[in-house]
């Protein structure tokens, strides 16, 4: 907790010492979503039957001087019926300087690692905020010193990681949560939320490849779900990982590994390799498609990505309202009945509107699958954003 | 009879293309000579930092604006390094696109996307395709070098009250969208007024015209608009630049894949 106080303190220092000089950028993202569900909930009495709303806000405010980059980003969300997901957070809150080849940052922020589409092993800094989408991209801010060194051999990055954000879960009030009602987290290391954990990574790009390899060791982020009589508690482990991305570029070709070896309850090993081909100008028009494979393996024997094959296409049209289709199909080749599939459209809709659909379908008939219990929340989310 | 009318026949084919072949020579040099000329007049700017803006319009004439910053870097015996910042649309505020120039290999470019404060490769073949659903492709922003075309010289013309050189330029490279290009050079400052882009087809796609050329630092000629027409789709893009600054101090470190993360 003193680290998170400095870390905040260090922060509005630097902050307070920037506010002078140049002046504060502001913009940002308001958005109203609806959700529809094909079948009510198989867990709950309480989770809407078919119709799940929500509003949204995401101001950040952004500024820039010669060496350094001060940013402030807040999130809110109202749901209609989830509590869970009725949450607010402090997506970034950092202040960012640069010399030479040297970056330091200190304060809150989101990092990203890796270079695969179906999910992302490799990337761990950030804990996941799984209430908000269902693909896991969206990630909770995260308290951190980092130091970067870009060098002729590649970049060095250091992270010291105070505090420990735990998962956010859908609760039985809501739909896409977990079949009994969530009891506390607990925690393997006796300090709780208030670890320090650290994380190493070197990256570079070498002609048509970019490499990286990573070092993380403190609170793992996934949760291990500990099922009693009274529900389900969520466990977080220690652990370390060492893990790696690499990526290759060829012509209208990607090709992408990630690989981790994960040290936490269990030890095990599990990776992602595929690649992305993109078709430019089909049909003669100016319209791209994107053909994306993926395999999927783990030693994890309960992991949703456990021996998997994603397929996907993107096809993106070029157009002025960046109009844009992703149509993407997840197979568990051990269950022939699990698997998932997700559509996603967007465009523009003048300057500032933006408008999206997502929808998913899962299925499973295999309760040992992690997919078993959301083949029933089938569901087409509709969003409209404004951007300011 | 026959005999020595064939003999006659070839020998002319002989003549014909051997001297089509001398000339194809010399096209070639003088091609390459006002490449050359064009390149060295826009050499030793080191540097610059330029605010523009997008105007895409459609068929039916809609339109629709785009505000963006390009940062670029001259880069000697290489292509340039450029880092683009995308101030609107909105939605896509903060994306930022590092292209290195390559004279001889294919650009390496990435892509930031700050909701994700994810970096994504591109991979080369997209020089082909458009530049934020413009006319112009990724490939026709990239950095002029010599090494990227076979050039010939087609003639000294005119255009409108201008006197210039009309080129005609192959890429080399095959992921390139264009069969060939035709450059109409000034005579007076050996920069392009006119580009026509064939497609893979070898039919005209498009049409560039570079207007309102001002001197910068007494020597660097520079369009401060640039309309393409895509005359297959009726589409149109201008993009004009309303600041423009050399010699700013940018170094090499500003364009890497760490910069591009911090870019605003």
């Known amino acids: ?388 | 009879m026959k005999i020595a009318i064939k003999a006659t026949l070839i020998t002319g084919l002989m003549a014909t293309s051997l001297m089509s072949a001398f000339t194809g020579h010399a096209d070639q040099s003088k091609g390459l000579e006002l490449a050359k000329l064009r390149k060295q007049a826009d050499s030793g700017w080191q540097d610059s930092q330029a605010t523009l803006t997008m105007e895409l319009k459609n068929a039916a004439g809609d339109t629709s604006l785009r505000k963006l910053r390009i940062k670029s870097l001259e880069v000697n015996n290489d292509g340039d390094k450029g880092l683009t910042i995308f101030d609107t649309p909105r939605d896509v505020k903060g994306t930022a696109f590092l292209n290195h120039s390559h004279a001889a290999k294919p650009d390496d470019q990435w892509l930031y996307l700050p909701a994700l404060k994810r970096v994504k490769r591109i991979a080369s073949r997209n020089k082909s395709g458009p530049f934020m659903g413009s006319e112009f492709a990724y490939e026709d922003l990239s950095s002029f070098e010599l090494e990227k075309y076979t050039f010939h010289f087609i003639e000294e013309t005119t255009l409108g009250d201008q006197g210039v050189y009309l080129i005609e330029q192959v890429p080399v490279d095959r992921y390139s969208g264009y069969t060939k290009q035709r450059v109409w050079l000034a005579k007076s400052h050996y920069q392009p007024l006119k580009v026509e882009f064939y497609d893979r087809k070898n039919a005209l796609l498009k049409t560039l015209e570079l207007k309102d050329y001002q001197k910068y630092l007494e020597k660097f000629w520079r369009a401060n608009t640039l309309v393409m027409n895509n005359v297959q789709t009726q589409k149109a893009t201008t993009l004009t630049t309303t600041k423009l600054k050399f010699k700013t101090g940018l170094e090499v470190n500003d364009f890497n894949k760490a910069s591009l993360k911090r870019a605003r």
């Open chain 1, 1 to 388: 907790m003193k680290l998170t106080a400095l870390c905040g303190c260090a922060t509005l220092f630097a902050l307070s010492h920037t506010a002078h000089a140049e002046s504060w950028q502001q913009s940002g993202e308001v958005q109203i979503q609806q959700r529809g569900f094909f079948q009510k909930s198989p867990h709950s009495d309480k989770a809407p039957k078919h119709w799940q709303g929500a509003f949204m806000v995401e101001p950040l405010w952004q500024k820039v001087t010669e060496s350094s980059l001060t940013s402030v980003k807040l999130f809110g969300r109202i749901d209609s019926h989830d509590k869970a997901r009725t949450h607010w957070d402090i997506r970034e809150l950092s202040y960012l300087t640069y010399w030479g080849d040297y970056e330091f940052k200190i304060g809150i922020d989101k990092v990203f690692w890796g270079v695969t589409e179906s999910q992302h092993l490799v990337d761990v800094i950030n804990q996941t905020d799984s209430v908000e989408g269902f693909d896991g991209e969206d990630k909770l801010g995260q308290p951190m010193v980092q130091f970067k060194a870009i060098k002729e051999i590649g970049t060095f990055d250091f992270w010291l990681l105070p505090y420990f954000r735990a998962r956010t879960l859908a609760s039985t009030e809501g739909r896409l949560a977990l079949p009994t009602p969530l009891q506390d987290a607990q925690y393997e290391s006796s300090n709780e939320q208030h670890t320090l954990d650290f994380a190493i990574r070197y990256s570079h790009t070498i002609e048509d490849w970019d490499i990286g390899v990573s070092y993380f060791n403190g609170t793992n982020r996934e949760p291990y779900l500990q099922h009693s009589l009274s529900g389900i508690t969520p466990f977080y482990a220690q652990m370390w990982q060492l893990g790696t991305d690499i990526q290759g570029v060829f012509g209208d070709w990607l090709l992408k590994f990630e690989a981790i070896h994960r040290d936490s309850l269990e030890s095990h090993f599990a990776m992602t390799t595929g690649f992305e081909y993109t078709q430019v100008g089909i049909f003669d028009t100016a319209m791209d498609l994107g053909w994306i494979a993926e395999y999927s393996f783990s030693e994890q024997e309960n992991a949703i990505n456990q021996n998997d094959v994603f397929v996907g296409w993107r096809l993106a049209f070029n157009d002025m309202d960046g109009y844009e289709v992703l149509f993407g199909l997840n197979q568990d080749l051990d269950s022939q009945h699990t698997f998932s599939a997700k559509l996603e459209a967007s465009g523009r809709l003048g300057e500032n509107w933006k408008w999206q659909i997502d929808a998913w379908a899962f299925a499973s008939n295999n309760l040992s699958e992690p997919l078993f219990i959301f083949k029933d929340e089938d569901f087409v989310e509709a969003s409209l954003s404004y951007y300011f």
